[in-house]
């Protein structure tokens, strides 16, 4: 006989994790629409300055590769700070927001899975920012694309990951509701369902605007600091630094999310 508790608990919708996997497609995230608010939903969102402020110390010079390119958010002021960017991204239509914005037809793309795609040569400093890494499907594909960036770097080169420290406590029955863009005139609310065997956490945000709604989702398949450690180990990297956020600040039990530097 089941246990209370267990009958009380609503099923796990579907984990349906193999199809996450099978039917994976970089273009997805971009095909949502996103593309056409990326920038203004986000441009306040993320620590761009610091960001571009560390990435250019650590290029030392470039060029540098970044994997998921997006709409250029840092490509294009690296670009303004004289260094060489290129760009892999699976999604054309983030990658025509980049062209459309002054600098972005000097940036060479690869449109592709950057767990796979070759960039045709080198760099000093390779960066995968805002937990991209978690939009591919699975550990293999991860340490596919730590490989990935470890073939693209010069000997002593960098590879930068961003990424969220998980966070599955606030889920009851591996279900969340949280708000995210909080604005006067917009707000944006994610719902967000588990599957801790797997790892995968599957959102969709809804954006309320103007009068409309829009719903965007992704799947995350989420990994703690030291599973990327090992990942990188995997793939030939070890880790140089680990800061909690672009401005150095230190890596705590407390932070949020993590800057992780890997050298090859
Ligand atoms: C959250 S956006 C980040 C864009 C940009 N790096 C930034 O910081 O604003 C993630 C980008 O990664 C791309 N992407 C996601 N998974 C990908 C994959 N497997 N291969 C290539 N691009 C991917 C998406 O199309 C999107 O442009």
């Known amino acids: ?31 949502s629409g996103i593309a056409d608010e990326y920038d203004v939903l986000y441009a306040d969102h ?12 650590l290029a030392e010079g470039g060029p540098v590769l970044e994997l998921g390119i997006g709409t250029g958010r840092l490509a294009l002021p690296l670009l303004e700070r004289g260094i060489e960017v290129h760009g892999v991204d699976g999604s054309e239509e983030m990658v025509s927001k980049l062209r459309q914005k002054p600098g972005g037809e000097r940036i060479p793309v690869v449109v592709g899975d950057f767990a796979k ?17 978690f939009a591919l499907p699975d550990q293999q594909a991860q340490v ?10 010069v000997p002593s080169g960098r590879f930068v990951v961003e990424a969220w420290v998980p966070d599955i406590g606030g889920f009851r029955h591996n279900r969340l509701v949280r708000p995210r863009i909080t604005r006067p005139d917009t707000i944006s609310i994610e719902t967000a369902e588990l599957d ?69």
């Not at 795609?117 to 890494?133: C, H, M, Q, S, Y």
């Not at 596919?144 to 770097?153: D, G, S």
């Open 144 to 153: 596919e694309c730590f490989r990935n960036a470890a073939r693209h770097l």
């Open 1 to 31: 006989m089941e246990r209370r508790s267990e009958q009380r608990r609503p099923p796990l919708v579907p984990p349906a994790y193999a199809a996450v996997v099978a039917d994976f497609d970089p273009s997805v995230y971009g095909a």
């Open 46 to 57: 993320w620590e761009t300055e610091a960001a571009v402020e560390r990435l250019v110390e």
């Open 196 to 264: 801790p065997v797997e790892q995968i956490m599957r959102t969709t945000q809804a954006v309320f605007s103007n009068g409309s709604v829009r719903l965007y989702p992704a799947n995350h398949r989420y990994a703690w600091p030291a599973e990327l450690d090992l990942m990188a180990q995997v793939a030939g990297l070890h880790r140089e630094e680990r800061w909690a956020d672009w401005r150095r600040s230190p890596f705590t039990a407390d932070s949020e999310a993590h800057v992780s530097v890997y050298r090859r």
């Open 117 to 133: 795609a070759d960039a045709g040569r080198e760099f000093p400093l390779v960066v995968l920012a805002v937990n991209t890494i």
